[in-house]
């Protein structure tokens, strides 16, 4: 299914999005629904953040997108060209990491590299060896790419991997979780390599559990649950959607919250010296007032910003268990 | 068109900008190139080809020790066919050892090895999540699977190169060379002889071009390279076995093993072409349906390892 003809125009697709699914669906055989009807648009020049908790059809998704499993029903458009029937058109200008690197151990760093080159058509043999050695150097293997792969250690494969997706420039880089097992340096620089390459124009597709991460680096966000699509859209509007919570730092605890709940704060929690609740709707110059009056001595008083993690949990509920 | 903008996104990026263009016809073969350094730099690869230029060095040493106390080596050899008119004449002739040596790997050791290297091409790839990577590069799936058939058949031909030339060197260094006897009884020269033992290495790694493509079929059903290898290499046994069985023998002919040691009627004079056309038909039809079966199944597969 990966064979269909190079040579069929490229349409533009309305809004200018470089991934966009329709209705997009995958059962397992066996029966397992891991994605039902999604419908994703991931603007041009986005860094897009693919959040959803454990087994909620992320890298189902990538797989459909990157044509290596055929979708059950509906339709997946990348760059602009439908999937699987485009892979050999569509796939050279997209870069991918899809569930961790996979390497040959018995083979150098380099030679990895240059082995998945030698795969892509496209690609120039009289370029390989500069094309590897500047991949290398960008994800800091320079000095270990001669070493055998199955020396390496997590994070180096982990970078290798990486390197793996840089060999070309990229119009879209599709990344499942690529600061797993990284050390926090690591993690910096894979950030900064995401904000670079985003501001060369390259869409930056992401999949992690690190929200904070997400946060950091993502223009747009999309979460998934149980295979479907909860919302989608930019960053800021996302948590924006969750309210923030008023937090009032005092030793008087239980005066604080009486006063509190007075001035009309819900869900008022008491924790240690920290007193939150959900900010009510009057001025908060008022209530800050209203404490003093009573006589809490306030150390601290303020509104939280929700966290795009608030925003997850609220999204995908409180609960540890992964969905069968 | 895309092909046309990644062609200058790469040249860009490389130091041999507004370099000419090669054409993409040849950068296609980057893949082959690249499967076949890394099947011949793998240890398992070396390590078969080891244990195949072991055989005749093993066979040399039992003849010459057999033979030491100046007696001939008896007819009664473990192989059929051609085997045991061969090895009685080592001692003759060093050449010998070539069509001896050839004849005692065929049945086992190098449909074995074939078995390995052919099961684990796909399925080994798979079970290394390296395959989702060649996919997304994107290798393309009939160009991947074309590639790795023809490495397969590189590696028929080496390792049965590998068993003739260890054959003819230690049957050079242990016996005398010279003018040899056909089975028909007529002598021919040695340079005569060097062409047939070539030829015959020829047909032999030809004789191993159906189990190969067995192998790669059953390559593509499974994501354990171990599973597919011990799948191929018992279908090998079994074949061997049921051949062997006289009340089967309405479908023996289609056994991809039936025909394999008519390689012998190449020494005949003049040669016997019945059974060397019967086997070459044969291994054509494995190719064509096994290579066809696995061309099905692998373009259509879902690839999730
Ligand atoms: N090869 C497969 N065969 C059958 N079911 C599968 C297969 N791969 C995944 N699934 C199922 O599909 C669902 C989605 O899995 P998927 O790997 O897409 O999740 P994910 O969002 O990537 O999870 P994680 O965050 O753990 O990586 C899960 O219920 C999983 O059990
Ligand atoms: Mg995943």
Partial sequence: MGDASATEPEQGEPGDSVIATRGLTKRYRGGQLAVDGLDLTVPAGSVFGFLGPNGSGKTTTIRMLMGLIEPTSGTARVLGRPMPRASRAVLPHVGALIEGPALYGFLSGRDNLLRYDAADPTADPRTRRTRVASALERVGLTAAGGKKAKAYSLGMKQRLGLAGALLQPRRLLVLDEPTNGLDPQGMREIRSLVRELASDGTTVFLSSHLLDEIEQVCT?????????????????????????RLVVTTPDTGDAARVLKEQGAADVVVAEDRVTAEPPERDLAEVNAALVTAGVRVRGFGVE??????????????????AG | MSQAEAATDAVTTGPAAGAVRAPRLLWTFG??????????????????????????????????????????VGGGGPDGGGGPAFISQITNNGLFLVFTALAATLPFFLPMAIGVVAGDAV???????????????????????????AIVLAFCLVA?????????????????????????????????????ALLIALVVAASLVGIAALGLFVSTLTGSGIAAMATTVGLLITVQILDQIPQLHAIQPYFFSHYWLSF??????????????????????????????????????????
């Fill in chain 1, 305 to 322: 910003r929700a966290s795009l993690e608030d925003a997850f949990v609220a999204l995908t509920g409180e609960g540890f268990d992964v």
């Fill in chain 1, 220 to 244: 747009h966000a999309a979460v998934m649950a149980q295979g479907r699509l909860i919302t989608q859209g930019a960053v800021a509007d996302l948590s924006a959607g969750v309210r923030g």
């Fill in chain 2, 123 to 149: 399925a080994g790839e798979a079970n290394a999540g390296t395959l989702r990577y060649l996919l997304v590069a994107p290798a393309g799936r009939t160009r991947l699977l074309l590639t790795k058939y």
């Fill in chain 2, 31 to 72: 893949l082959l190139r690249s499967e076949l350094l890394t099947t011949f730099r793998r240890w398992r690869t070396l390590a078969l080809l080891g244990v195949l230029a072991a055989v005749p060095i093993l066979v040399g040493i039992a003849v010459k020790i057999e033979t030491s106390d100046g007696s001939s």
């Fill in chain 2, 264 to 305: 012998a009627d190449l020494m005949r004079e003049p040669v016997y072409w019945d059974d060397l056309v019967k086997n070459l038909g044969l291994q054509g039809l494995y190719a064509v349906v096994f290579g066809s079966a696995a061309w099905a199944r692998f373009t259509a597969k879902d690839i999730t390892a």
């Fill in chain 2, 160 to 196: 049965t190169l590998t068993v003739a030339v260890s054959a003819l060197t230690v049957g050079a260094v242990l016996f005398p060379l010279g003018d040899l006897t056909t089975i028909s009884g007529t002598q021919i020269s040695f340079a005569d002889g060097l062409g047939r």
